[in-house]
C-alpha cells in the first residue's frame, strides 16, 4: 500500500486501529498469529554436515580420492596420506569460509528495536519490539531506534538518520502531510519512518503500517537471501582445468600402461607406473598452493587496510572491469563541509574538509581574516550560537556529537577562531525555539553581557526570506528590496549549482525582555547570508579514479542522494565523463531488464536508487561480461554487494550487514585502497599463472619420459616412488615461491582481463607443452647415454634420470617468472625462491646419497662427472627456448 499517499484518517482506518486508545492486547495477539511476529525470516540453511561434505563434490578431488584409494592398495602409503591431508585441509578451509559467510541477516537482526513505546489499552508500555503488529501507536523520541516501519502521524522537530537504507548524508527531516506522488524513492517519503533507522533528533508518534519481511528493512533481507553468490573468475578457471587435466591424465596413463605392456612389462608394475604417472598429472597440490597464495595475498592486504574475508576475492577485484560505488562515505567523506559563505554579495571560499578546525578564509585567490568582515564575521558567530551540536576531539580524531549540518557550521566557525565555549561567556542562550519541518527554521534569544537581546535564526533561504525586512548589506542596513531579495535569490542558485546544500543566517535585536513566541520571534529578521556545504569528496579518490581507469577500470557512482549532488561529486573526481549518462531511481523503474543493459555502459552516474535498483544495475553489467565490485556501507548496499562478482565494505562506517554480505572490507573506508587490492588481484593471478605452469610443464616431462622410453622400448627411465617424491615435495616449494613473486612494474598499465580467459591463454599451453617436452626429452637423454655407458646399469641410469629431471624443473622455475624469458628478470628478486630451489636440491640429494633411503627410492650415488652431463642436459630446455626469444627480440 501507499501509505505516504494517505491522510491520518485513512491511515487510521486501513490499519484499524484508533488514535487515542491504540490497539487492545487481546486485537494485537490475533494479529501476531494471523501475520506473525515482527522479525526478519530467515531461509532454511543446510546442516553443518551437508555443507562439509560439500567441499568434496568436485570431480577433481572425487578423481584424487579414487587415486588415493588405489595408491593404498598398491601399497604407496606416502602418496595416500599426502593427498587426504591435502583434501582434508582444503574441504576444512572451504566449510569455514561458507559458514562465516552466511551472517548477513543475524547483522540485519541487530538493526532492529529491542523494546518499543506502545498505546495498548489506551495506555502507554514498553513491548519487544517483535510484538508490534500493524496497526500499533508508537512514540519515540531522540536516540530511539525504529522498530517497524511506520506512518508518522505526529512530529517535533523530528529528524531520522536513514543512511543505511537511502545513502543520504545528513538525517531526513520528518512531516505528517500526505505526500501525493506514487513512486517515491524511501528518501523523499518524509512522513514515514522505517525499521532500524535512528531517531537523531525531536520525537514523534506513528501507526506501524509494516512488520518483518513486509518493511524496508524485510524486502532487502530477502533480497539478500535469494541474491546468487557468483563463483568467482579464479574458481572458474581452475575447475576448467581439473577437467582438462585429469582428461589428458586418464588418456596418457592408459597409454603408458597400454605401450608398456605390448613391450612386455609386467601388467602389475605397469599398473603401478600407470597409476603413479596419474597423480603425477594431476598437481593435487595445486589447490593448496591456490590457498597459500591467496593467503599470503590476504596478509599483505591487511598491511594496506583491507581485510579479505573471502580467499578469492582479491584475484576476483584483479579482473575487475566495473567498480561501482556508493557515494557517502565511500568516495566522500560523510563529514558535511561548509565550503563557501555568502554575505552582502560577497562570496568567500572555505578551505579544509572533515571536522578538523583547520582551513582558511579566502577571497579573489588569496587569504583573508574573517575577522576583519563585518558580514563574514556575523554569519560564522550566528551560525556558531543557533546550534545544539558539538565537536569533540578524541585524540587525534574529531568526532560529531549532534547533526551533521549543524557541526559544519560549528566548524567553519572554529576556523575563523570563534570557540563556542568561549562565546557562551560572552552571550548567554536565554530560549530556544527548536527546529520543525513545517517552519524550517531554528531560533535561539541571546543576551550578551551589556544586557541587550537577539534573536538568532537559521534555516532554508526562502523561509528565511519571507520572514526578513533587512539585510546587511556592504555592512550597511538595507531595507530588502525586490533588487537585493534577487541577489540573494541568485546565491543561492550559484551555491545550489555547486552541489551546495545552503543554510542562512538571519538576526534582529530586541527593544525588550517581553516573552515572545516563535512567530514573533521569527519576523521582521534581517537577512545575514548563507553557509553552503556539501559532504566533500575524499582527496585521494580523485587520483585512484584516474589510476583505475588507466588501468581499464570504469568507475560508477550509485547513491541514493540528490541528482544534483551526485553529478557534482562525480565531475569534480572525474568519474562523469563529457558523453557519460546520468540516471535517477525513477528512470531504472520505468525500463525493462533489456533497456537498462542496451545502455548500462554508458552510464556514470546512478542517483536517488533504491536496493533494487542497485542490484539491477549490477546484474545488467554482469550480463554485459562485465566483472563487477560493488562497494558501499549501508544495509541498502548488501544486496548488490552480495550478488556482485566481489563486494567491497566499508569497515568504518559500513553496518555489519554490508561487511556481512561483503568479501573485501576498506579498514580506512579508503576508495584509494581499492587500486592497492586491484594491483594485488591481478599480481596474485599472475602468480598463479606461474605455478601452473611451473606445475604442469613438470608433469608433462614426467609423462613424456615415460611414455617416450617404452616407445622406444626401452627400461622404465622412472621408479613410481621418485615420480611421487619430484611431484610431491620436489615439486611443491619452488611453486609455492612462485606464489610470493612481487608484481611487474607494468601491472596497472594493462586493461583487465576477460572474465572468459582462459588458464592456458596468452600462449601458456603452449608454453607448458613445448617446456615439458623439452624436459622429458632432455631427461630421457640422460637416461640412454648413462645406461649405454653403464652398460646396463639400470639403478644408476634411473638415478641420472631423476637427478636430470628435477634440476630441469629447478631451472625452469625461473623461466616461468616472466611471461617473455628467464632474462626478463633479476633471478635474485625472490629470495623465497631461491630458499626454495635449494631446499629441493637438497632433498633430492638426500634420496640420493644417505644410504637408508637409498633402498627406499631405488638410488646410487651418482658420481662426479656425471653431475657435468645433469646440469647440461637440465639447462637445455629452459636455455635453448630462451635463446630463441633473444634472437626473435633483437631482429
Given at each position: 500500500m501507499k501509505w505516504h499517499e494517505m491522510s491520518e484518517n485513512t491511515v487510521l482506518h486501513t490499519a484499524q486501529t484508533n488514535r487515542e486508545k491504540g490497539l487492545d492486547e487481546k486485537e494485537a495477539k490475533g494479529r501476531i498469529r494471523e501475520h506473525g511476529y515482527n522479525e526478519l525470516k530467515e531461509a532454511s540453511k543446510p546442516s553443518a554436515l551437508l555443507v562439509f561434505l560439500a567441499q568434496f563434490k568436485d570431480f577433481m578431488v572425487l578423481v584424487l580420492l579414487g587415486a588415493t584409494l588405489v595408491s593404498g592398495f598398491l601399497g604407496e602409503y606416502i602418496d595416500a596420506i599426502a593427498i587426504i591431508a591435502i583434501v582434508l585441509i582444503n574441504g576444512v578451509l572451504g566449510f569455514f569460509q561458507e559458514r562465516k559467510a552466511e551472517k548477513s541477516l543475524d547483522a540485519l537482526k541487530e538493526l532492529s528495536a529491542p523494546k518499543v513505546n506502545v498505546l495498548r489499552n489506551e495506555k502507554w508500555s514498553k513491548v519487544p519490539s517483535k510484538e508490534l503488529v500493524r496497526g500499533d501507536i508508537i512514540k519515540f523520541s531522540t536516540g530511539d531506534r525504529i522498530g517497524a516501519d511506520i506512518r508518522i502521524i505526529e512530529a517535533k522537530a523530528l529528524e531520522i538518520e536513514e543512511s543505511a537504507l537511502t545513502g543520504e548524508s545528513v538525517p531526513a527531516v520528518?512531516?505528517?502531510?500526505?505526500?501525493?506522488?506514487?513512486?517515491?524513492?524511501?528518501?523523499?517519503?518524509?512522513?514515514?519512518?522505517?525499521?532500524?533507522?535512528?531517531?537523531?533528533?525531536?520525537?514523534?508518534?506513528?501507526?506501524?503500517?509494516?512488520?518483518?519481511?513486509?518493511?524496508?528493512?524485510?524486502?532487502?533481507?530477502?533480497?539478500?537471501?535469494?541474491?546468487?553468490?557468483?563463483?568467482?573468475?579464479?574458481?572458474?578457471?581452475?575447475?576448467?582445468?581439473?577437467?582438462?587435466?585429469?582428461?589428458?591424465?586418464l588418456i596418457l596413463t592408459?597409454?603408458?600402461?597400454?605401450?608398456?605392456?605390448?613391450?612386455?612389462?609386467?601388467?602389475?608394475?605397469?599398473?603401478?607406473?600407470?597409476?603413479?604417472?596419474?597423480?603425477?598429472?594431476?598437481?593435487?597440490?595445486?589447490?593448496?598452493?591456490?590457498?597459500?597464495?591467496?593467503?599470503?595475498?590476504?596478509?599483505?592486504?591487511?598491511?594496506?587496510?583491507?581485510?579479505?574475508?573471502?580467499?578469492?576475492?582479491?584475484?576476483?577485484?584483479?579482473?575487475?572491469?566495473?567498480?561501482?560505488?556508493?557515494?557517502?562515505?565511500?568516495?566522500?567523506?560523510?563529514?558535511?563541509?561548509?565550503?563557501?559563505?555568502?554575505?552582502?554579495?560577497?562570496?568567500?571560499?572555505?578551505?579544509?574538509?572533515?571536522?578538523?578546525?583547520?582551513?582558511?578564509?579566502?577571497?579573489?585567490?588569496?587569504?583573508?581574516?574573517?575577522?576583519?568582515?563585518?558580514?563574514?564575521?556575523?554569519?560564522?558567530?550566528?551560525?556558531?550560537?543557533?546550534?545544539?551540536?558539538?565537536?569533540?576531539?578524541?585524540?587525534?580524531?574529531?568526532?560529531?556529537?549532534?547533526?551533521?549540518?549543524?557541526?559544519?557550521?560549528?566548524?567553519?566557525?572554529?576556523?575563523?577562531?570563534?570557540?563556542?565555549?568561549?562565546?557562551?561567556?560572552?552571550?548567554?542562550?536565554?530560549?530556544?525555539?527548536?527546529?520543525?519541518?513545517?517552519?524550517?527554521?531554528?531560533?535561539?534569544?541571546?543576551?550578551?553581557?551589556?544586557?541587550?537581546?537577539?534573536?538568532?535564526?537559521?534555516?532554508?533561504?526562502?523561509?528565511?526570506?519571507?520572514?526578513?525586512?533587512?539585510?546587511?548589506?556592504?555592512?550597511?542596513?538595507?531595507s530588502l528590496s525586490v533588487s537585493r531579495y534577487n541577489e540573494v535569490h541568485k546565491a543561492v542558485e550559484d551555491l545550489a549549482a555547486r552541489a551546495l546544500r545552503t543554510i542562512a543566517i538571519a538576526y534582529k535585536p530586541l527593544s525588550n525582555h517581553n516573552k515572545l513566541t516563535e512567530k514573533e520571534a521569527e519576523s521582521n529578521l534581517t537577512f545575514l547570508g548563507l553557509q553552503g556545504m556539501i559532504d566533500p569528496p575524499r582527496t585521494e579518490v580523485k587520483e585512484a579514479v584516474k589510476e583505475c581507469k588507466e588501468a581499464g577500470i570504469?568507475?560508477?557512482?550509485?547513491?541514493?542522494?540528490?541528482?544534483?549532488?551526485?553529478?557534482?561529486?562525480?565531475?569534480?573526481?572525474?568519474?562523469?565523463?563529457?558523453?557519460?549518462?546520468?540516471?535517477?531511481?525513477?528512470?531504472?523503474?520505468?525500463?525493462?531488464?533489456?533497456?537498462?543493459?542496451?545502455?548500462?555502459?554508458?552510464?556514470?552516474?546512478?542517483?536517488?536508487?533504491?536496493?533494487?535498483?542497485?542490484?539491477?544495475?549490477?546484474?545488467?553489467?554482469?550480463?554485459?561480461?562485465?566483472?563487477?565490485?560493488?562497494?558501499?556501507?549501508?544495509?541498502n548496499d548488501a544486496p548488490a554487494i552480495k550478488s556482485a562478482d566481489i563486494g567491497i565494505a566499508m569497515g568504518i562506517t559500513g553496518t555489519d550487514v554490508a561487511k556481512e554480505a561483503s568479501s573485501l572490507v576498506l579498514l580506512d573506508d579508503n576508495f584509494a585502497t581499492i587500486k592497492s587490492a586491484i594491483k594485488e588481484g591481478r599480481n596474485i593471478y599472475e602468480n598463479i599463472r606461474k605455478f601452473v605452469r611451473y606445475l604442469l610443464?613438470?608433469?608433462?616431462?614426467?609423462?613424456?619420459?615415460?611414455?617416450?622410453?617404452?616407445?622406444?622400448?626401452?627400461?622404465?627411465?622412472?621408479?613410481?616412488?621418485?615420480?611421487?617424491?619430484?611431484?610431491?615435495?620436489?615439486?611443491?616449494?619452488?611453486?609455492?615461491?612462485?606464489g610470493l613473486d612481487k608484481p611487474e612494474d607494468d601491472v596497472m598499465k594493462r586493461g583487465p582481463r576477460h572474465p572468459k580467459e582462459g588458464i592456458f591463454s596468452r600462449g601458456l599451453g603452449w608454453k607448458v607443452i613445448s617446456r615439458g617436452f623439452l624436459?622429458?626429452?632432455?631427461?630421457?637423454?640422460?637416461?640412454?647415454?648413462?645406461?649405454?655407458?653403464?652398460?646396463?646399469?639400470?639403478?644408476?641410469?634411473?638415478?641420472?634420470?631423476?637427478a636430470t629431471l628435477v634440476l630441469a624443473q629447478l631451472i625452469h622455475v625461473f623461466d616461468c617468472r616472466s611471461e617473455k624469458s628467464i632474462f626478463d628478470r633479476n633471478p635474485f628478486g625472490n629470495m623465497y625462491l631461491i630458499g626454495a630451489v635449494l631446499s629441493s636440491i637438497l632433498l633430492m640429494a638426500i634420496v640420493i646419497y644417505v644410504e637408508p633411503l637409498q633402498a627406499i627410492f631405488h638410488t646410487v650415488p651418482i658420481i662426479g662427472r656425471d653431475w657435468l652431463l645433469i646440469i647440461a642436459m637440465a639447462s637445455i630446455p629452459t636455455f635453448l627456448l630462451a635463446g630463441s626469444f633473444l634472437t626473435r627480440k633483437k631482429k
Open positions: 520528518k512531516e505528517t502531510n500526505p505526500l501525493h506522488d506514487e513512486n517515491l524513492p524511501l528518501g523523499d517519503q518524509t512522513n514515514m519512518a522505517f525499521m532500524g533507522t535512528l531517531v537523531t533528533r525531536g520525537s514523534g508518534i506513528g501507526v506501524v503500517v509494516g512488520t518483518g519481511m513486509n518493511t524496508a528493512m524485510g524486502q532487502i533481507a530477502d533480497l539478500l537471501q535469494n541474491a546468487e553468490t557468483v563463483t568467482t573468475p579464479l574458481q572458474r578457471k581452475l575447475a576448467q582445468l581439473g577437467k582438462i587435466l585429469i582428461i589428458i591424465a592408459a597409454l603408458v600402461v597400454f605401450v608398456g605392456v605390448l613391450q612386455g612389462h609386467d601388467v602389475y608394475s605397469m599398473f603401478l607406473a600407470g597409476v603413479s604417472l596419474a597423480v603425477a598429472a594431476i598437481p593435487e597440490g595445486l589447490p593448496a598452493i591456490v590457498t597459500v597464495a591467496l593467503s599470503l595475498g590476504v596478509q599483505r592486504m591487511i598491511r594496506k587496510k583491507a581485510i579479505v574475508r573471502k580467499l578469492p576475492a582479491v584475484e576476483t577485484l584483479g579482473c575487475a572491469s566495473v567498480i561501482c560505488s556508493d557515494k557517502t562515505g565511500t568516495l566522500t567523506q560523510n563529514k558535511m563541509t561548509v565550503t563557501n559563505v555568502w554575505a552582502g554579495g560577497t562570496t568567500w571560499g572555505v578551505t579544509g574538509t572533515g571536522y578538523a578546525p583547520e582551513g582558511k578564509f579566502r577571497l579573489d585567490d588569496r587569504d583573508v581574516n574573517p575577522q576583519k568582515s563585518r558580514e563574514l564575521s556575523q554569519v560564522l558567530l550566528f551560525g556558531l550560537l543557533c546550534n545544539n551540536t558539538n565537536i569533540l576531539q578524541r585524540k587525534k580524531e574529531y568526532v560529531l556529537d549532534g547533526d551533521p549540518t549543524e557541526a559544519a557550521l560549528v566548524v567553519a566557525a572554529r576556523k575563523a577562531g570563534l570557540e563556542r565555549e568561549e562565546m557562551l561567556k560572552q552571550f548567554t542562550i536565554v530560549e530556544e525555539f527548536p527546529f520543525d519541518s513545517t517552519r524550517k527554521m531554528m531560533s535561539v534569544i541571546i543576551q550578551d553581557k551589556e544586557g541587550k537581546r537577539y534573536v538568532v535564526t537559521k534555516g532554508a533561504p526562502d523561509v528565511l526570506l519571507t520572514t526578513s525586512s533587512q539585510i546587511l548589506w556592504k555592512e550597511r542596513l538595507e570504469k568507475t560508477v557512482m550509485i547513491t541514493g542522494d540528490h541528482v544534483i549532488t551526485a553529478q557534482a561529486i562525480a565531475k569534480e573526481l572525474g568519474i562523469l565523463t563529457k558523453n557519460g549518462k546520468v540516471l535517477q531511481g525513477t528512470d531504472i523503474t520505468s525500463m525493462s531488464k533489456e533497456e537498462l543493459e542496451e545502455i548500462v555502459e554508458d552510464v556514470d552516474v546512478y542517483a536517488r536508487v533504491s536496493p533494487e535498483h542497485k542490484l539491477k544495475i549490477v546484474k545488467a553489467l554482469q550480463a554485459k561480461g562485465h566483472v563487477v565490485a560493488m562497494t558501499g556501507d549501508g544495509v610443464a613438470s608433469n608433462v616431462g614426467e609423462i613424456l619420459v615415460m611414455l617416450f622410453a617404452m616407445l622406444l622400448a626401452l627400461p622404465l627411465p622412472l621408479v613410481p616412488i621418485q615420480i611421487l617424491w619430484v611431484n610431491l615435495v620436489t615439486d611443491g616449494l619452488p611453486a609455492m615461491a612462485l624436459i622429458g626429452i632432455a631427461t630421457l637423454l640422460a637416461f640412454i647415454i648413462v645406461y649405454d655407458e653403464q652398460t646396463g646399469n639400470l639403478a644408476y641410469a634411473q638415478t641420472v634420470a631423476f
